[in-house]
């Protein structure tokens, strides 16, 4: 190639602080970025994906800095540029769109009043009214409902998806050469996440603008990349064109982020524990719903009513793995309350081994907490920093009342054998370990007590693929020898294809659709199911194709719910049917069912 | 709409925080021992007499009943008259209990109304003069912690709270009143009466506002939108002035609600050190005398500024801050 390519960077590396033995976060990374293409940069947790996007926008902090390496953008190295020069990149030609859309604008301004503020910042000639113009017609293109209003509106009136969209729109407006896009899509929801990934494909086209888009998942980097730099551990591992790293990786770091990639659709080595037929039921949900009353602004008036469950019902046999799956929102969490008997239904019955968990006494409550135990998604704040991990692991014990100093020791030690921990850290706190292990500290913890149910709320989303396989087969084969029964709440359909034998899938409180495994995978029933699977980022050729299910908008809020199916509002097959009367769950054989006017009912195979 | 409702609610809790003080205050004047009437009319006067003019005063009554009549005044705007004070204005106490012309004794209304506008005079300057210093010191410590402003502002946070308000009220009136001769200290007859004892109140304020603001713009500088401003191309001034002080002055908010209010409520020490003639000097006085009327009048118009003062702070924070609710 001749031309000069818009980003050219060579030799970057970033050391934190100076000294001899300061550790490399990147080293000697190389690479270059033509206009209007986009570079996809992956890499597994620690590689340095943040430290480079930082890098290239001059944001990184304190000790980290760059010791050696040119950036150069249109043939001149920002890093050796007066700052006031390249104070004036930022922003206009150089944007930046990050992670953490919540969190990047500030929480007492209109959203509409920063992206202007923004944009006269960086372009002074423009007058409020032309920037709030640029504005609004701008909102509306990334398809914000009602851009005049929203305009107007504080950011924690948006969700997560809207602000970022909102972001990409500031980082947009003046028109830059070269946009950072740093993991936009790790926190929304996988629909969503698909809507953003398709609205920056089609922006970058109307645009003309060069995007560096960094991901932790390789799917969704060869979505929308023309090529991939693969970080391992600070060093470009490989960079390529996306067909090349896909199905010629050369380098090992490449191939094993692509086998480390759950399958979806393959049928076999799938291990998922499903329950023998004459399984007892050991939890079962009865018609559960669960409203909370949500006081008006100003405390006068008739509360309004979150529905954050309504009416649920399955069972779980003893032994199996059931899966209860859906985004953000849909009542997963208070489910798991409810479950668990944190809170109690408002209707209903939620039955443990025969008895309602709500009807024991104070001794069967204490029961009822020792054989249902609770693992939850933060790694960081589920662990007292003061304590050290045997105290942590033998704690329930002691909450129990059970053994003497010394046998409490042993079981802990023994627990901690077992969840693969090293013994030696007994004594230590839990500030060094890493989210993989503050996780087998609270599965050891949880399974002390040697529960029946181990209730696993989004355990392993906050850990990397790696990391999450280790954890499944160690819950696999605490299964095999203590006969556990697992329930897995998660919003990850790869996670449940992977370990689930039947699976709920929840949307606006209610369970639309709940099967088997191979039969939701293969042949879901709900509209909604089919939505999920099709936007769940993957390399294998799709089943269902996102053109075809894929939602538009976002779900209702569950405050003012419309009358009818909850999800005809964003169904791709809704008719008027569906905005009147909710349907009914239609089975589907002996236990599957989904709640769909468009299903027919199977007949029970005898 | 918003605005009607918040006001509605909190004038309603309001009334009944007000309602719980006097009565709390009432009753426990009523219970400690001490007869205001023997106060009133004098160690010479008979027994008898003692026992009539408290029987027609319905100081023997049950207190409810008497809290019942109090409060019934005070709903008419009437807070009753004094025990002690006539209304003539002459001096308290050491007369005889047949003084005609005491025969009229003040209205606790017009006691307070006399005085309060002195204390506010006197808080407003304090409450200026403590932000003069202390906002800017705050503020620079909060943008750069860890570094020398922020060391000075804990240094001078330090001494400036361990300072006794009553010496350095004394140190202060024998420097500039008595040596230096620039301000007077004892008494108000003007606007420069108020000046030292607003630098006293204002060095025993001044810490607090430091230390909050430097705690909160350090905390606010560490938030992700701040960083990302730099980023999207904001300068920093912009950032400093628009994103971070704004949302750093929450908490501060609330601190000069709760300071202002206590101002309000009578800085005792320091209005009696400089015989300033505000709602502190007053109150100090009328408990001194026992003057039942005036204590429970002085409660009940510090706990209404309380309440309107926190009222308007906390509209004022949720203009600031959208998301919070109160």
Redesign the interface.
Known sequence: MTETPLLDVRGLTVEAGRAEAAPRILDDVSFSLQAKRILGVIGPGGSGKTTLAHAL???L?PPLEVTSGEIRFRGEDILAMPSDRSARL???TI??V?G?PQ???????HVGEQIV??LR??EPGVSYKEARERAVALLGAVRIPSPEQRFGE?P?QYSGGMMQRAMIV??LI?NPELLIADSITQPLDVTVGAQILKLMRELSERFDTAILFISASLPTVADVADEILVLEGGRVAEFAAVDDVISRPRHAATRKLIDELPKLWHRDGMTTAAATDKAQTVLSVQNVSRVYPIK??????KPKLLQAVRDVSFDIHAGENFGVVGESGCGKSTLMRLLTALEKPDTGHIVFDGEDIFGRGRAGTRRFRREVQLVLQDPFGSLPPQSSIGEIISEPLVIHNEGDRRQRRTRALDMMGEVGLDRSLYESLPTRLTAGQRQRVNVARAMILEPRLMIMDETLSALDQTEQSRLIDLFERLQAQHGFTYLFISHDIALVRRVCARIAVMYLGEVVELAANERLFFNPGHPYSKALLSAAPTLEDRRYRPEDCLLEGEPPSPIDLPPGCAFASRCPSAFDRCRKINPQPVYRGDHDRAACHLLQPEPVAS | MFLLGFLTRRLAQGAVIVLLVTFLIFTLLRVIPGDPVRLMVGGMAPDTLVEQIAEEMGLRDPIPVQFARYMSGVVQGDLGQSFVRPASGAAVGGAAFDDATRGERAQVLTLIAETAPYTIQLALLAMALALLVAVPIGVFAGLSPGRWPDRVALYLGSVFVSVPNFWLGIVLALVFSVQLGWLPAIGYENFAYTILPAIVLAVEIAPFIIRTLSVSVAQVMRESYIGAAAVRGLGQTRIIMAHALKNASVPLLNLLGVQFSLLLGGVLVVEFIFDYPGLGLLTINAVLQRDFPLIQGIAIVTSVAFVMINIFVDLLATMIDPRLEY
Not at chain 1, 103 to 109: E, Q, V, Y
Not at chain 1, 296 to 301: H, T
């Open positions: 926008v001059n944001w902090r930022r922003g206009k944007a930046y990050g953490d969190g990047a604008m500030n929480p007492t301004m503020e923004k910042a960086v504080y924690f500031d980082a003046a008006s602004k100003s405390g006068l008036g």
